[in-house]
């Protein structure tokens, strides 16, 4: 059996929760299968316009992408 993988605007959401605890950024990176890399990058992406997550996450006709969101 396998997990479903996060959305990645949840996986922004915990990054950030996780930094706000105090947890590492290679902590991070390791419990959630990712470069450390990724990690700084996720976490710029975390103060996105509420709005715009929203979009993003629900994969609405005119939501932005990824891409759009760096």
Not at 27 to 50: E, Q, T, W
Request: aromatic share 6%; no cysteine.
């Amino acid at each position: 059996m396998q997990r479903e993988a996060m959305h990645p605007a949840d996986q922004f959401v915990a990054f950030a929760a996780l930094v706000k605890e105090g947890r590492p950024v290679e902590d991070i990176a390791a419990v959630f299968g990712v470069s450390p890399l990724v990690v700084p990058r996720r976490l710029k992406l975390a103060n996105v316009s509420p709005r715009l997550l929203a979009d993003y996450r629900n994969d609405s006709p005119d939501a932005p992408t990824l891409e759009q969101l760096n």
